[in-house]
């Protein structure tokens, strides 16, 4: 495939989003096959969040360094070592028959994941350097990331129901290969034109230290305590990391991330925004779950079910309609009214019953949220990348995507304080009217979150600002 060939790039995307979808899917796809594997491989309650802690851990301290890898060596290159490592990892999971091997292979998914999520998303800003097919290719894309969650919690009940948790993970064996053979075919090799190709080993290392240090202390807040050493003593190692990181890329000479980078507008405010969203989002998709389950009385079915017609209205809006809206409209306002309707998606939540009933009380708030959702996705993700030259694409990438994470693992994290310290005020968990208050509480508060995250998209810059010309060069494919 080459330039000449426009066409083709859209078979292009469609391939590097199977790739992003296996990585999104497996986000909640195994949540819903935990108490399953705690009853095969025997793992105590402690130590069976590490399943989940391990990926979280590896995936959310990759994520900068994954893309700007990428920007350094190819983006299709990492893309591809990224989905290998990820397919693989996902074997060993399928086939694991001790502890250690699945929370191992878990901690090596994390890394695939992280370096596949970085790059996909600045392989899709080359491939469509034109402001309204770029506008269209990041709908596309800001729909499966969107809507995959919740497509997993339905194949995740599903599979593990008929053939076992195994086949959470060996579901990605055929996927991967599938996307690995189609990327060498469909897309195209590209190189960042930059002087200096040397890593910076020394900032790499810390910032991923810092990173994990964050995310570790962030997932395991809510059992340890917030205030207790352990949470304290990881929280201020990360903050020390991430300020001698600063002072390293104030140095060195080929810097891992150039610091001139925040002082762009749109990337700046893009990224704060994105971490408020993320955190509300989140929260949000995990409490209502909760809410459905433990006092509606829904199966993990039926709360997977419940979720559809939000996503189905969140595709509508991802598919078509927002790229019209950004390219007549501009980035600032749809991301502003996209967050608001979310926002009132969230109170509405706040305000359904004990007993709620689904059309009344659940409905609503879904078909709000996926409205906002596709409506601001799209522009938040353009205005993340708008300012960012070519060859920092990979960056700027990663970059947003680590917001995206840590704003989501600190908002549910927070959130589930939030609702767990109300409901434990009005009588705890047994009580299903303190576990409503609770969960009551958790939506306000996404949804001032949400707000606040809407407000500042006022400060966003309209289109583009970095040179699009040579920056990167596209070669045929292999």
Same mark, same amino acid.
């Given at each position: 495939m080459t330039p000449s060939h426009p066409q083709h790039r859209w078979f292009a995307l469609i391939v590097l989003c199977l790739g992003v979808l296996m990585i999104v899917l497996d986000t909640t796809i195994v949540n819903v096959a935990l108490p399953s594997i705690r009853a095969d491989l025997h793992f105590t309650d402690?130590?069976?969040?590490?399943?989940?802690?391990?990926?979280?851990?590896?995936?959310g301290g990759c994520l900068l360094l994954g893309g700007r890898l990428g920007d350094l060596y190819g983006h299709r290159r990492l893309f591809l070592i990224g989905l290998s490592l990820f397919t693989l990892a996902s074997l060993a999971c399928g086939i694991a028959d001790t502890r250690v091997l699945l929370v191992?292979?878990?901690?090596?998914?994390?890394?695939?994941?992280?370096?596949?999520?970085?790059?996909?998303?600045?392989?899709?800003?080359?491939?469509?350097?034109?402001?309204? $097919?770029?506008?269209?290719? /990041?709908?596309v894309y800001g729909f499966? &990331?969107?809507?995959?969650?919740?497509?997993?919690?339905?194949?995740?009940? /599903?599979?593990?129901?008929a053939l076992g948790w195994h086949s959470v993970f060996l579901v990605n064996l055929p996927?991967?290969?599938?996307?690995?053979?189609? &990327?060498?075919?469909?897309?195209?090799?590209?190189?960042?034109?930059?002087q200096h190709r040397s890593l910076d080993m020394v900032g790499a290392a810390t910032v991923t230290a810092a990173l994990m240090l964050a995310v570790y202390a962030i997932v395991g807040g809510n059992e340890a305590g917030w205030t207790s050493l352990r949470t304290l003593v990881l929280l201020a190692a990360s903050a020390i990391l991430l300020c001698a990181f600063v002072a390293i890329e104030s140095r060195v000479r080929a810097p891992l991330m150039p610091l001139a980078l925040f002082r762009l507008r749109n990337i700046a405010i893009s990224n704060v925004v994105g971490v408020l969203w993320a955190g509300? /989002?989140?929260?949000?998709?995990?409490?209502?779950?909760?809410?459905?389950?433990?006092?509606?009385?829904?199966?993990?079915?039926?709360?997977?079910?419940?979720?559809?017609?939000?996503?189905?209205?969140?595709?509508?809006?991802?598919?078509?309609?927002?790229?019209?809206?950004?390219?007549r409209f501009g980035l600032r306002r749809p991301a502003l009214a996209g967050l608001l309707v979310a926002a009132l998606g969230l109170v509405l939540f706040a305000l359904a019953p004990r007993d709620g009933d689904f059309l009344l009380h659940i409905l609503p708030g879904m078909v709000?949220?996926?409205?906002?959702?596709? /409506?601001?996705?799209?522009?938040?993700?353009l205005a993340a990348m708008s300012d960012a030259k070519p060859e920092d694409a990979g960056l700027a990438s990663g970059l947003v995507n680590t917001a995206f994470m840590m704003g989501g693992a600190l908002g549910l994290a927070v959130l589930?304080?939030?609702?767990?310290?109300?409901?434990?005020?009005?009588?705890?968990?047994?009580?299903?009217?303190?576990?409503?208050?609770?969960?009551? &509480?958790?939506?306000?508060?996404? $949804?001032?979150?949400?707000?606040? $995250?809407?407000?500042? &998209?006022?400060?966003l810059r309209e289109g583009g600002h970095a040179p699009q010309g040579n920056g990167t060069v596209i070669e045929e494919a292999a």
């Amino acid at each position: 495939m080459t330039p000449s060939h426009p066409q083709h790039r859209w078979f292009a995307l469609i391939v590097l989003c199977l790739g992003v979808l296996m990585i999104v899917l497996d986000t909640t796809i195994v949540n819903v096959a935990l108490p399953s594997i705690r009853a095969d491989l025997h793992f105590t309650d402690a130590a069976l969040v590490w399943v989940v802690n391990a990926y979280l851990l590896t995936f959310g301290g990759c994520l900068l360094l994954g893309g700007r890898l990428g920007d350094l060596y190819g983006h299709r290159r990492l893309f591809l070592i990224g989905l290998s490592l990820f397919t693989l990892a996902s074997l060993a999971c399928g086939i694991a028959d001790t502890r250690v091997l699945l929370v191992v292979a878990r901690a090596v998914q994390g890394i695939g994941g992280a370096v596949v999520s970085a790059v996909a998303l600045s392989l899709l800003t080359t491939l469509f350097p034109e402001p309204a $097919a770029r506008a269209k290719a /990041m709908g596309v894309y800001g729909f499966v &990331c969107s809507g995959g969650g919740c497509l997993g919690v339905l194949l995740g009940g /599903m599979l593990t129901t008929a053939l076992g948790w195994h086949s959470v993970f060996l579901v990605n064996l055929p996927i991967g290969v599938l996307v690995f053979a189609l &990327c060498l075919r469909l897309v195209p090799v590209t190189r960042a034109d930059l002087q200096h190709r040397s890593l910076d080993m020394v900032g790499a290392a810390t910032v991923t230290a810092a990173l994990m240090l964050a995310v570790y202390a962030i997932v395991g807040g809510n059992e340890a305590g917030w205030t207790s050493l352990r949470t304290l003593v990881l929280l201020a190692a990360s903050a020390i990391l991430l300020c001698a990181f600063v002072a390293i890329e104030s140095r060195v000479r080929a810097p891992l991330m150039p610091l001139a980078l925040f002082r762009l507008r749109n990337i700046a405010i893009s990224n704060v925004v994105g971490v408020l969203w993320a955190g509300s /989002m989140f929260a949000w998709f995990f409490i209502s779950a909760l809410y459905m389950q433990t006092v509606l009385g829904y199966s993990p079915l039926q709360v997977g079910l419940a979720f559809f017609p939000g996503d189905l209205v969140m595709a509508i809006f991802s598919l078509g309609l927002s790229a019209k809206l950004v390219m007549r409209f501009g980035l600032r306002r749809p991301a502003l009214a996209g967050l608001l309707v979310a926002a009132l998606g969230l109170v509405l939540f706040a305000l359904a019953p004990r007993d709620g009933d689904f059309l009344l009380h659940i409905l609503p708030g879904m078909v709000l949220l996926g409205i906002g959702g596709g /409506m601001a996705f799209n522009p938040v993700l353009l205005a993340a990348m708008s300012d960012a030259k070519p060859e920092d694409a990979g960056l700027a990438s990663g970059l947003v995507n680590t917001a995206f994470m840590m704003g989501g693992a600190l908002g549910l994290a927070v959130l589930a304080s939030v609702a767990a310290a109300r409901t434990a005020a009005l009588g705890g968990a047994a009580s299903p009217v303190a576990l409503t208050s609770g969960y009551h &509480c958790a939506f306000v508060v996404g $949804a001032v979150v949400a707000t606040v $995250a809407a407000l500042l &998209c006022l400060l966003l810059r309209e289109g583009g600002h970095a040179p699009q010309g040579n920056g990167t060069v596209i070669e045929e494919a292999a």
